[in-house]
């Protein structure tokens, strides 16, 4: 257990908190470590949470929801990403997912396909063919796609890999 080594105080705490959750979506796991950081009690950190929590300062359906919608938007991540970055804030699947499911398939698309065609610009104009679509597909997985959401938008039905065509 932590001894408490600041001079701010629990009321003190709560309201700096309050004041960071007002200004954008935060989950719990964020702002536990904020609290972490100013070396509260164990005891007095979990009261500020469940104090917050009780005011919808915090709100973890909500805060999968902006997550979900800014990253798809802003950074073109796709669903495994997503999925991955809220299990590292220790966001449990059952509030996470309904969001990653509420995305509209469209703006799903519409994403991931800006997402490869800026890849697609950003690559040197000698890469070409089957190099060109490996690249782009390790750059869609890398992006949390999976493999049948590229598969729509990458023909892989020609390869011009040498030895594709050799005899076994």
């Known amino acids: ?14 309201k700096r908190m309050a004041a960071f959750c007002s200004q954008s979506e935060h989950c719990r796991s964020e702002i536990e470590e904020k609290l972490q950081r100013l070396e509260l009690p164990d005891e007095a950190i979990e009261r500020i949470l469940q104090r917050l929590e009780e005011e919808q300062f915090i709100d973890e359906a909500r805060y999968c929801r902006a997550f979900v919608n800014d990253k798809l938007r ?19 699947r059952l509030v996470y997912q309904p969001a990653i499911d509420a995305i509209d398939p469209q703006a799903y698309k519409a994403a991931l396909r800006k997402a490869l065609e800026q ?7 000698e890469i070409t063919g089957y190099q060109r679509k490996v690249k782009l597909l390790h ?12 598969r729509q938008f990458i023909d892989l039905s020609s390869t011009e890999e040498p030895g594709f065509e050799e005899d076994l």
């Open 1 to 14: 257990m932590r001894k408490p080594t600041t001079s701010l105080s629990e009321q003190d705490a709560l």
């Open 74 to 92: 802003f950074s073109g991540w796709g669903k495994r990403k997503m999925a991955q970055a809220l299990q590292q804030k220790h966001i449990s």
């Open 119 to 125: 890849k697609e610009r950003s690559m040197k104009p």
């Open 139 to 150: 750059y869609g997985e890398s992006r949390g796609y999976s493999f049948e959401e590229l």
